[in-house]
């Protein structure tokens, strides 16, 4: 077995380009094939800091990451993303039908030797719930549960390593919320030992369903502790 993690952080830093004020205080921490990870903290406190430097989509002031103890080109980032994908709070506006959303990441070089397959978009689809129409929705008319399923499925048929969820559920209603939930723990089930994910919640039954080990964030510092009660919670 590997002595490395699926993603290793060795003393990654944040800080504010205007401010210098630190958004994230000198951190290691290990995401190990199979840990589900949920992520806790007031507002503000520096989690999605966190995931987005994992995620390498935010230059770090410090640190590095590796993946399975290898350092990460600069050349190598697209390829790391493949394996390493972040799930937004809120999907981005898109144009065109959700069927073309989900086919999008298919014609960039790093995806060139996967291809699309409605047959599973539409499974995945209505395992969140979604009837046989939901591919050919105008995306611009998906409500934002929907439009949360939507940019889900499109990671989750590219078959990443490990998610990093940055509050995908936290504008949702119970049943959107419940449809991510299960598309999530779906494609970890599929591949328990060599996949992970991270999950950033302000809910503690949330934290309890999706995570079996729990972190809290605590102005820009992440430590072990067990996540805050409800009643300290920033919601």
Known sequence: MSAFGLIDAQRITRRDAKSGKTLLAPTDFSLLAGM????????????????????????LDGGQVLWHGQRIRRSAIPRYRRHVAYVRQRPAPADGTVESLLRYPYALAVYRDLRFDRTRAAQLAARAGRGDDFLDKRASELSGGEAQIAALLRVLLLDPDAL?????????????TRAIEALVGAWY???????????????????????????????????????????EVAR
Do not use: C, F, N, Y
């Open 164 to 176: 990093l969820l940055d509050e995908p559920t936290s504008a949702l209603d119970p049943e959107s």
């Open 189 to 231: 089930d599929a591949a328990p030992d060599a996949r992970a994910t991270m999950w950033i919640s302000h809910d503690p039954a949330q934290a309890a369903r999706i995570g079996t080990t729990r972190l809290t964030m605590r102005a820009g510092v992440l430590d072990a502790a067990p996540a805050a009660p409800a009643a």
């Open 36 to 59: 589900r990870v949920a992520v806790m903290g007031p507002s503000g406190s520096g989690k999605s800091v966190l995931l987005r430097a994992l995620a390498l989509l935010d230059p």
